[in-house]
């Protein structure tokens, strides 16, 4: 059985920082790309940040600069740093795996809750 359990979320104050963590269980995780979306009250689910099993990583163009993605394989947890948080960045955050070895199998955690306010 296949999980992906995020945490780490919670409420947060603009310009503080948080780090997101997702531990993978039933998977072979260094086989799996790796990523972060977020979705917003009455938006669609968007990505944030992604990290394939080569390492190279990409980020939405509203979030360069302020997250990091990284990824353990020996922990077959992936992670995401967020700094300089803004209002805006307030929703939930999903992990994502999708296996880079056979594109079909996509897999989502069940969503940790961010906050940015006052």
């Known amino acids: 059985q296949v999980q992906l359990v995020e945490s780490g979320g919670g409420l947060v104050q603009p310009g503080g920082s948080l780090r997101l963590s997702c531990a993978a269980s039933?998977?072979?995780?260094?086989?799996?790309?790796m990523g972060w979306y977020r979705q917003a009250p009455g938006k669609q689910r968007e990505m944030i940040a992604v990290?394939?099993?080569?390492?190279?990583?990409n980020y939405a163009d509203s979030v360069k600069g302020r997250f990091t993605i990284s990824r353990d394989n020996a922990k077959n947890t992936v992670y995401l740093q967020m700094n300089s948080l803004k209002p805006d960045d307030t929703a939930v955050y999903y992990c994502?795996?999708?296996?880079?070895?056979?594109?079909?199998?996509?897999?989502w955690g069940q969503g940790t809750q961010v906050t940015v306010s006052p």
């Open positions: 990290i394939p099993t080569g390492g190279s990583t």
């Open positions: 039933g998977i072979i995780f260094r086989l799996y790309d």
């Open positions: 994502n795996a999708v296996s880079s070895t056979n594109r079909r199998y996509v897999y």
